[in-house]
């Protein structure tokens, strides 16, 4: 009766080795599949720029600052404006559209940057930004001004 209890224990607890080489094949090939190869960094073919003569013309585009002072004056090219009248802001949307239009005939941007006081009224910063708006110009950006 032993004997064959032994029997039946070692049947029951042998160890299986083909269904377990089949599963480290199957294992080795999905690792082998899903990984991707990574290029070392010295095998990377790299080509640094170099210098470059240059060919045709670049055109720079063309810039106007316009200051906005503490008192409230605002100044583009010399040219004051000083009153907070509906006409002086129309004056200086006008000269903003010449200069649109002078821009892209020579087919340039027309950048606009607003250097502000830092104790400038913030009405007049957005009286110029308005001024930009109707004349229809989009670049616009503000400088610091100490």
């Known amino acids: 009766m032993k004997a064959w209890l032994?029997?039946?224990?070692?049947?029951?607890?042998?160890?299986?080795?083909?269904?377990?080489i089949d599963c480290v094949f199957v294992?080795?090939?999905y690792f082998m599949v899903c990984c991707s190869l990574i290029r070392s960094e010295?095998?990377?073919?790299?080509?640094?720029?170099?210098?470059?003569?240059q060919t045709e013309a670049v055109s720079m585009p063309d810039e106007q600052v316009i200051e906005v002072r503490a008192d409230g004056i605002i100044i583009l090219n010399d040219q004051q404006y000083a009153n907070h009248s509906k006409a002086d802001l129309a004056?200086?949307?006008?000269?903003?559209?010449?200069?649109?239009?002078a821009s892209s005939l020579l087919d340039a941007q027309p950048l606009i940057t607003i250097a502000a006081d830092k104790d400038s009224v913030h009405g007049r910063v957005v009286d110029v930004l308005n001024a930009c708006a109707g004349a229809g110009i989009k670049n616009v950006t503000f400088a610091n001004v100490e």
């Open 27 to 29: 294992l080795l090939i």
């Open 91 to 101: 004056s200086l949307e006008q000269t903003l559209i010449r200069y649109r239009e």
């Open 6 to 20: 032994d029997e039946l224990i070692n049947e029951k607890f042998k160890l299986q080795l083909v269904p377990l």
């Open 42 to 53: 010295a095998d990377l073919a790299l080509s640094l720029p170099g210098q470059v003569k």
